[in-house]
């Protein structure tokens, strides 16, 4: 039997479609290795293991920057995902749809191609869907219309931003910034002002509870536990949600900076439609309270979140496998799909 699959692949969580099934996969792209090199857990369970694996173990995740880092831990990775999902194997051969970012290299490219054929066991139907087509489509965007639509996604290790006109990206930019980079500047904030070290993991906890993009959201406080640079013991602090903003804003003012230079590609005559219709975010980071206002503000636009925003590049994906004739023809990277 064949099974239509889509793959996003993204730096934070890997999510896999079936046509028919919905999404049948949503974990973080993350794979624990053995001393011998075998991989014993993926996804949620090999998230919590990065950072206090003993030396003979490994826990890590392959993407970096919205592309593969390190391809054979992705095969290994999709893998174990494929046979946990019963996609692999000679009778029920997934044919595979896999989006990827816009604005990356070939030699990229083709690893987020190479990495599927090699994970499903070995077929070569493919389609490579540009993943701000399937961002504009899981946002109900309509790809087919004669209106210049803005959809920018904030993901996990990059920010994409994309007009989209009918069947085609007509602007667009890719900065390698995302909320893995809003974790890091938490960590660093936390050794300059308190002398505290913490990790990424740690770090990604304090902005889910705490982080905060614009005044008009202030939360509460979170407790940090964390080593003392110069003295190594545990110590505690508090951190409330203003500190988090400010430790968060210069990675945001390179978010507003790249979207800024996407609006100044925009042709001239297609300005007016874009800005009346407004940007469209979407991507796990689109969560993080006030973005949508600090992005309204620096940006002069009306910005709207759109519902579920971090699935909106699989949802996109699976109505595209749903989909016959002219979205097929318009979202395709180039490769040809059956
Ligand atoms: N409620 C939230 N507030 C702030 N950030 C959030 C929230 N929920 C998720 N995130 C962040 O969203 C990011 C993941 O987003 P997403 O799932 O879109 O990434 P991805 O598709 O895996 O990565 P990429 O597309 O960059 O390769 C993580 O950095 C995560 O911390
Ligand atoms: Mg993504």
Redesign the pocket.
């Known amino acids: 039997m064949d099974r239509k699959t889509g793959i996003?692949?993204?730096?934070?969580?890997?999510?896999v479609c079936v046509k028919g099934r919905g999404i049948v996969y949503d974990e973080p792209?993350a794979a624990a290795f053995g001393a011998d090199g075998e991989l014993f857990a993926h996804g949620d369970a090999a998230a919590r293991m990065i950072g206090r694996t003993p030396p003979d173990l490994s826990a890590v995740r392959p993407?970096s920057?919205?592309?593969i880092s390190n391809f054979e831990n992705c095969v290994s990775l999709l893998t174990a995902v494929f046979s946990k999902l019963g996609l692999r194997g000679v009778i029920s051969r997934p044919k595979i749809a896999v989006s990827v970012?816009n604005g990356i290299t070939e030699v990229e490219c083709n690893a987020f191609e190479n990495v599927c054929v090699a994970s499903s066991g070995g077929r070569d139907v493919m389609m490579l869907i540009k993943?701000p087509m399937a961002a504009a489509v899981g946002c109900g965007v309509d790809v087919l219309g004669t209106r210049g639509r803005l959809i920018c996604?904030?993901?996990?290790?990059?920010?994409?931003t994309s007009v989209i006109l009918y069947k085609g990206i007509v602007a667009s930019g890719m900065v390698r910034i995302?909320?893995?980079q809003?974790?890091d500047a938490i960590v660093r904030y936390m050794k300059d002002s308190y002398n505290i070290a913490i990790g990424r993991q740690t770090a990604?906890k304090i902005?889910?509870a705490a982080?905060s993009a614009h005044t008009v959201t202030e939360r509460g406080e979170y407790d940090v536990s964390g080593r003392n640079i110069f003295t190594g013991q545990v110590v505690r602090t508090v951190i409330r949600s203003a500190e988090t903003r400010e430790a968060m804003s210069e990675v945001l003012e390179r978010i507003v900076e790249h979207i800024k230079s996407v609006l100044e590609k925009i042709p001239p005559e297609l300005s007016a439609d874009v800005y009346e219709g407004g940007l469209t975010l979407?991507?796990?980071?689109?969560?993080?309270?006030g973005?949508d206002m600090l992005l309204r503000e620096r940006l002069g636009m009306e910005v709207n979140v759109t519902k579920d925003?971090?699935?909106?590049?699989i949802r996109g994906t699976e109505t595209i496998l749903g989909s016959a004739g002219e979205l097929l023809e318009v979202v395709s990277a180039g490769d040809e799909f059956i």
């Open positions: 996003d692949l993204g730096t934070s969580r890997l999510r792209s993407l920057g919205g592309v970012p993943q996604d904030i993901g996990g290790g990059n920010t994409q995302g909320g893995d809003l974790d990604e902005k889910l982080g979407c991507g796990g980071t689109a969560l993080l309270p973005i925003p971090a699935r909106a590049v």
